[in-house]
């Protein structure tokens, strides 16, 4: 009988410690998180260690923001098939088959488009001294042209075209150069490109799956009074950067495509790469058609037997001059309205002008991000125009 009650003592005591555990578990995850007071100064430093901390890590491994606004960019894109297969499928189905259909055009790419690629470079570097020899024989005759009329700047027009033809090839030389070595080196790069190129599926593919996750984090940064302003600027990001960055896709595929298509037709060697250079120069707005038709044009005018049915040099010339400029009206009077459509809502100087700005302060990273960020700032000004007031005195 002792044993027993002891027992049922014994019990009862860990019931009430249970209890007493849970309540007092409850009433501590329920209770406010006792606060550290520390100096506004102290905070300050704080914060400006952290954001000094994150810029030397970003400056020393620049592989990471790329990676996230590649990852990001990529999601943006891909919001486009995936919202329209959700009209006929789950999305978590829609998102699946985007994926399996973007990791088909990339095994597509490198284990065909890639090396092609390759293959036509290394032809055309090799094809250097005949078109360095090419564009000197063209210039002499220009030359001839211009001292016959009285146009030239030097007196002597053999010593400016001897000037001319030596700056010509040491900058052949040097391209070449610069060229070789980079397939030298091109291992190890493909190697840290093929990381970067998995780092950037793997957010994209993240974000694209969780995005209601993300927007409802992004939601609770925001104030509660603020919370639903949040969520407008939200969608308008995401409306602005999907239909840029969907459309400029679509039309840098198209333009190379066509490009490529042309010169083949044509009979200009080395259509596939010259179309990939449209390709990658469509990018920049306005002047992208100009300086991807640039190639296209020397190697039509230098090769007198790339095309044996087109009968002079000047007549190829012409025809390719005839094609890219066909290239840039399309793309500029049909493809991006049809397809952007109004997604940036700048005046098109301010854009050139954003490009312009962009190339003096960053080079060529800065006229590719130059549209990217005039979107974002006019969203900002669309998105603060309407809601900043001052105060009635």
Do not use: C
């Amino acid at each position: 009988m002792k044993w027993n009650r002891l027992l049922g003592a014994w019990r009862k005591a860990l019931r009430r410690g249970a209890r007493s555990g849970g309540e007092g578990g409850e009433s501590l995850a329920g209770r406010q998180p006792t606060p550290i007071y520390v100096p506004a100064r102290a905070l300050v430093g704080i914060v400006a260690i952290v954001i000094v901390a994150v810029a030397l890590f970003l400056y020393a491994a620049p592989t990471v923001p790329v990676v996230a606004l590649g990852g990001m960019a990529l999601a943006i894109v891909l919001s486009f098939p995936v919202r329209a297969l959700s009209h006929f499928m789950p999305r978590p189905l829609a998102i699946l088959v985007t994926v399996l259909g973007l990791l088909g055009l990339i095994t597509l790419a490198l284990f065909y488009l890639v090396p092609l690629l390759i293959q036509q470079l290394r032809d055309l570097v090799v094809q250097v001294p005949i078109i360095a020899n090419g564009v000197n024989r063209l210039l002499l005759d220009l030359i001839d042209f211009l001292n016959e009329r009285q146009l030239l700047p030097s007196s002597d027009p053999e010593e400016f075209g001897r000037n001319l033809v030596n700056d010509l090839f040491d900058r052949a030389q040097s391209l070449t150069e610069n060229v070789l070595r980079g397939l030298v080196g091109f291992i190890p790069r493909a190697f840290g490109f093929g990381v970067a190129l998995f780092g950037v599926l793997f957010v994209g593919v993240y974000l694209l799956a969780d995005v209601r996750m993300v927007k409802a984090a992004y939601l609770r940064t925001a104030p509660r009074s603020y919370r639903r302003d949040a969520r407008d600027l939200w969608n308008a990001f995401g409306e602005s950067l999907s239909r840029y960055l969907g459309g400029l896709a679509t039309v840098v595929v198209i333009q190379g495509a066509l490009a490529a298509t042309a010169l083949y037709l044509l009979d200009v060697p080395y259509a596939i790469l010259l179309g990939a250079w449209v390709s990658a120069t469509a990018i920049i707005p306005y002047l992208g058609a100009f300086i991807g038709g640039i190639p296209a044009v020397i190697v039509a005018a230098v090769f007198e037997d790339a095309s044996p049915t087109i009968e002079s040099t000047t007549t190829r010339v012409i025809l390719v001059i005839v094609v890219y400029t066909l290239i840039q009206q399309f793309e500029g009077n049909f493809l991006t309205p049809r397809i952007q459509g109004n997604a940036l809502h700048v005046h098109p100087i301010l854009v050139l002008l954003a490009v312009i700005g962009g190339g003096e302060m960053a080079g060529l990273a800065g006229v590719v991000f130059a549209v990217p960020a005039v979107a974002v700032l006019r969203v900002f000004f669309d998105f603060l125009r309407v809601r900043l007031k001052t105060k009635p005195e």
